[in-house]
Structure formats: C-alpha cells, structure tokens
C-alpha cells in the first residue's frame, strides 16, 4: 500500500471515530421520576429531584445537554397509577426513577427499565421482582432489611424513652410494601414487649380518625412508616405529638429537620447516588434483569433536642452518643 494511501486512511478512520464519539456525546437521554404523590414531590427543583440529578451529574448528565428528565405523578390516587405508567411507557423512556412500591408495581411488565429509588419494601415479599440477585423484570433498584431496621427504631425508641409500652404505628395500608414493613414493625415491638396500636391510613382524610383514635387509647410513643401519603401528611403527624407531648420516631432524617422527635433509616443521599448509578448503567446498555437489588450501606440516626425539650423529654446521654447528628 503506498502511503499515501495509508495516511488517506488512517486519516478517514480518525474522522470517522471521531464523529461516533461526537455522536455519542450528542445524543440526549430520555429520564422519567414517577412517585404515587404530586408531580412536584420529583420536579427537578424539589428535595428529591436535585438529589437524583446532582447525583446523576456526576455520571456526566446534565439537564439540557444530554438528559432529558420528566416527573410524574399520581396525587395519591392510585386508580390513576396504571394510567400513569403507560404514558410513561408511550414516552419512549430509557429509563425511570420511582419512589415506592404503588408506581414500581404500576410499571411492573411494561419493559420501561425501572429504578427503585427508596420506599418500596421487599421488592421479593412484594413480588415485584424473582430475587435480590436476579430481578428478572425490568426492575431493580434500592432495598432494605425491613425486620432489621424495625427492631432499630423501635430499640432506639425505646432507649430514648425506656418507660414506653404502647407504640402508635401510622402507615399508609394501600401500600403491600408499606404494609408489610408494618408488620414487620409490630413484630419488632412484640419481641421487645412493646403492644402495637396500628393505625392504618389510605387517604388524608383518614388521619383525623388516626387522631381520634389515640385520644381514645393514648399511646406513649408514635412509629411514623414513610410513604407518599404518610409524608405528604407528616406535619399533621409531627404537630400532633407536639400537642400531646408523644415521642415519636419516623424513617428519614428530613421529618426530624422539620420538627420530628427522631429518626432512624438510610441515608437518603445515597440511596439517590445508588439509584444514579444504576440509571447510568441502563444508560449504557444492561438490562434491569440483570442488575442485583442493593441495600443502603450508610444509615442515620438523628435527634431534634430541640423537639425532646419542648414535650419535657430528657433523652440519656447514652442515646445521644448513638446519634450521627443531634439538632439543638
């Protein structure tokens, strides 16, 4: 081959490798955030929604360069699920984030590749995937030990207040993950001879009765499990513990920012870097079948002193020692 010739092609090889990689520099991922809540609860400015998408930056995504992402939402009402997970299977996704078992299950057989950010439960117990090594579906995602993190919270719950024997457990009934953490809560309390006063909610309007029913049966502490519904309504839950001066522990870190007494569960930060990195990976080819469910490696354990004043509650300094963060 003369060389002329061979520079002619060495230089048409370059040019040509140089466009792919220019063109897969240029093409624009499609990214869904689906919760059972308000669309807002996953918009890209809320809490949520910049936790996924700084999370995602660092994988080199960025909002208007090459990631396009769309929230969805179903404001709590879950006959409008199914309808929501085909719109967003009609939109061509590559692939979406959900908050929960109600939108996982939704978009269960779709084939839109599907991460669970947090808040689903036992995706296994739930049946939404074969096993935590091989989901065989299109979803995989975040897990976590219910039972584990259960006997925690009540154990830490219990530390901080050792004259507890009632626990209120408010959880949001029309979610089977949700449903079965309960369960798995209760049980907890069994073993650590705490009785249980479940108190199962499905709508807003629900949380009155809940409220009811504890200044019948007053409970000593409060066991808040954490959903769309139970979140959406936390203040309501936060503001009355305060009146009735109850401790209570709830799931996430953000509710004690907010006034709550305490809380106990994974690190939600990471949880959304976890999910991140497994958009990435879908992104670049792998199938959600194939990608084993994770557990959050990093837990938190948080206190409001100022919450444990106001209700006249002296929490030991063997408790606090325990705490990753203590607001006063």
Do not use: C
């Not at 078992?101 to 995706?123: I, R």
């Not at 949001?172 to 309960?182: C, E, P, S, V």
């Not at 999910?275 to 490696?297: H, M, N, Q, W, Y």
């Amino acid at each position: 081959m003369r060389r002329r010739e061979l520079l002619q092609m060495l230089a048409g090889a370059t040019v040509a490798a140089a466009g792919a990689t220019a063109a897969q520099a240029a093409k624009t991922y499609h990214l869904a955030g689906f919760t059972a809540g308000a669309t807002a609860a996953f918009a890209p400015n809320s809490p949520n929604g910049t936790m996924l998408l700084r999370a995602l930056a660092e994988h080199g995504y960025s909002l208007g360069q090459n990631l396009d992402y769309q929230p969805y939402g179903a404001d709590m009402q879950v006959a409008r699920l199914p309808q929501v997970a085909r719109q967003i299977a009609a939109s061509k996704v590559d692939a979406v984030v959900v908050l929960g078992w109600p939108p996982a299950a939704a978009l269960k057989g779709t084939d839109v590749p599907t991460v669970v950010a947090a808040g689903a439960g036992d995706p296994v117990a739930t049946g939404l995937v074969a096993s935590l090594a091989h989901p065989g579906g299109n979803i995989t995602g975040i897990s976590d030990n219910a039972a584990t993190l259960s006997t925690k919270r009540l154990g830490l719950l219990k530390q901080a207040v050792p004259g507890i024997h009632k626990v209120a457990m408010l959880w949001n009934k029309n979610d089977l993950g949700m449903t079965l953490r309960y369960q798995s809560s209760a049980d907890a309390a069994k073993a650590l001879g705490v009785t249980v006063q479940p108190l199962g909610v499905g709508e807003p309007d629900d949380f009155a009765e809940a409220f009811a029913a504890m200044d019948r049966a007053p409970p000593d502490a409060i066991l808040m499990v954490s959903d769309a519904l139970t979140i959406l309504n936390r203040k309501r839950v936060i503001d009355y513990a305060a009146a009735h001066r109850l401790p209570a522990i709830y799931e996430t870190d953000p509710i004690v920012h907010e006034g709550g007494l305490m809380s106990y569960g994974a690190d939600v930060k990471e949880s959304f870097a976890r999910a991140a990195s497994l958009v990435d990976r879908i992104f670049k080819g792998a199938k959600p079948a194939d990608l084993p469910f994770e557990e959050p490696t990093h837990y938190l354990f948080v206190i409001n002193l100022k919450t444990a004043k106001s209700i006249n509650l002296e929490i030991p300094p063997t408790v606090l020692a325990l705490a990753d963060q203590v607001i006063e």
